[in-house]
Nanobody, 119 residues
Framework: QVQLVESGGGSVQAGGSLRLSCEASGSIFGPNTMGWYRQAPGKQRELVASITSGRRINYADFVEGRFTISRDSAMNTVNLQMNSLKPEDTGNYYC?????????????WGQGTQVTVSS
């Protein structure tokens, strides 16, 4: 099992910045990916950004260079620096840890942290 503890989030005006952090503990081993997803009311959960244990990074198109994802050297903490926030970035942000087990993807989720961007 993997436990994920999120911190950060909150309320900010458009154009502002927020930083999300997520620390993983438990059965962390082997190749894996950590990242952030978000879900707005009435919408499906969507990927924001991810980073593999090999430090390969993937951003959603809507990020448009505004966000930066990173992992610490111990590879158990993932950070998401969000700049130039827009009202449409509002939503619940979830930390995700996933790896392959016997060829199948296994996902672990944090509880979510709210991000609210006002215009």
């Amino acid at each position: 099992q993997v436990q994920l503890v999120e911190s950060g989030g909150g309320s900010v005006q458009a154009g502002g910045s927020l930083r999300l952090s997520c620390e993983a503990s438990g059965s962390i081993f082997g190749p894996n990916t950590m990242g952030w997803y978000r879900q707005a009311p009435g919408k499906q959960r969507e990927l924001v950004a991810s980073i593999t244990s090999g430090r390969r990074i993937n951003y959603a198109d809507f990020v448009e260079g505004r966000f930066t994802i990173s992992r610490d050297s111990a590879m158990n903490t993932v950070n998401l620096q969000m700049n130039s926030l827009k009202p449409e970035d509002t939503g619940n942000y979830y930390c995700n840890y996933n790896r392959l087990r016997y060829g199948l993807r296994v996902d672990y989720w944090g509880q979510g942290t709210q991000v609210t961007v006002s215009s």
